[in-house]
């Protein structure tokens, strides 16, 4: 088992292993010694794992009870969070006692987002499901959910008091849900782990062999990053690679037609195509990039047209003032900040011969 300790203003440990899930309960005794548990979970994980996850609460002595929400980002919500809210006062959770996130970056936003606000904060364990919330969602303290005007917009940063990674969840993912957290391994390997990238490029099965290790990795990768920067005023940009153009397609076929990791996988090699291009990324980096992304069935472009995605790119709420600040590979493993003026985005991804 890996444990990488995470220290942010309230320091946590990552556990990544297979057969964590029938520990959870046991584990998380050791952070919280409340009386209750609420596990939330999703319609698609709780007949694979919800029992066992509430069978380990119990035996760890916990007055155990499970909330199952429609699986899908449509229901990451508030009127969902509302229906928690109820459920915890319902179950007279108090500020001791423990909630738990059992899923993908949809259960582990929306349940950290309650956790969060529910009596003004109360612990959360998250138990991520997904590849991307193992090596993502579950990492650096990031709650909230979605309104009509846009994605994530209503959240709070909360930190878990635990997660536990079971890699052996993973195994019943479907093989498109596998691919897109596939997109934020070479995207953390891109942008600081050349060693990683090669890891990846030498992986026998596109369902990684070397699972706990490549997860661990990009964890800590994640780790390192979110504690220098907790609240993404600086380097913790950097893990927005691929991500300005990647949410503006995702906009742009309306959050149903392209998939999050298949987005950022155009726009990382997007980006990289402009700036290699203008010299800005060593010669070479793009076809590195491209070639990964294409081992792991990952796209590489899309007929989108550009001109039709400004908009979505000009929304980022990651720009700061009147600038876009472009994360960019010096190469395979290095990336820096570059801000380009809104008004010249286009023509930055324009570049000669970029698209
Ligand atoms: N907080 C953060 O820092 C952060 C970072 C990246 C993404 N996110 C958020 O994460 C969400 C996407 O996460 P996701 O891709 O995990 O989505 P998800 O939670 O919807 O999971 C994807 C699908 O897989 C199913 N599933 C989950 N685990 C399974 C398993 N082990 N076996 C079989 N099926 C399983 C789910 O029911 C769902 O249908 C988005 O809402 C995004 O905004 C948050
Ligand atoms: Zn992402």
Redesign the pocket.
């Known amino acids: 088992m890996k444990r990488i300790t995470v220290n942010t203003a309230r320091a946590y440990d990552i556990l990544i292993s297979g057969g964590l899930l029938d520990k959870a309960g046991e584990l998380s005794r050791k952070v919280n010694g409340g009386q209750k548990a609420l596990i939330i979970t999703?319609?698609?994980?709780a007949p694979?794992?919800g029992g066992r996850a509430a069978d380990s609460y119990r035996r760890a002595g916990y007055d155990t009870d499970i909330l199952v929400f429609p699986?899908?980002?449509q229901s990451?919500k508030l009127d969902t969070v509302f229906a928690f809210y109820a459920r915890l006062a319902k179950n007279g959770l108090t500020r001791k006692d423990l909630l738990v996130a059992l899923?993908?970056?949809?259960?582990?936003?929306m349940a950290?987002f309650a956790a969060a606000t529910w009596l003004r904060g109360i612990d959360f364990v998250q138990i991520?499901?997904?590849?991307?919330?193992q090596v993502?969602?579950?990492?650096?303290?990031?709650?909230?959910v979605?309104i009509p005007e846009g994605?994530?917009l209503v959240g709070a940063f909360w930190q878990p008091a635990l997660v536990i990674a079971d890699t052996d969840?993973?195994?019943?993912?479907?093989c498109n849900?596998f691919t897109?957290?596939m997109a934020?391994v070479i995207k953390t390997a891109a942008i600081k782990d050349a060693s990683l990238f090669e890891l990846l490029k030498n992986q026998a099965s596109p369902l990684l062999e070397d699972r706990e290790r490549i997860i661990a990795r990009c964890v800590d990768i994640k780790r390192a990053i979110v504690e220098q920067d907790e609240r993404e005023v600086g380097e913790r940009k950097l893990l927005n690679f691929g991500h300005t153009i990647g949410h503006a397609l995702e906009k742009y076929y309306g959050y149903s037609g392209l998939?999050?990791?298949f987005a950022v996988a155009v726009g990382m090699s997007w980006i990289t195509k402009a700036s290699e291009s203008r010299g800005l990324t060593r010669p070479g980096t793009l076809s590195r990039l491209n070639t990964l992304l294409k081992k792991f069935c990952l796209p590489t472009d899309d007929p989108a047209p550009l001109k039709d995605l400004l908009s979505g790119i000009m929304l980022d709420k990651k720009r700061a003032g009147l600038d876009i600040g472009l994360v960019l590979l010096k190469s395979i493993g290095q990336s820096f900040i570059h801000p380009v003026p809104i008004d010249k985005t286009t023509e930055f991804l324009n570049a000669e011969g970029s698209r």
């Open positions: 999703d319609s698609n994980v694979l794992y699986a899908g980002e990451k899923g993908g970056g949809v259960t582990g936003d950290g991520p499901t997904t590849l991307l919330a993502d969602s579950s990492v650096g303290g990031k709650t909230g979605d994605k994530n969840t993973l195994d019943t993912l479907p849900v897109d957290g934020e998939s999050h990791g």
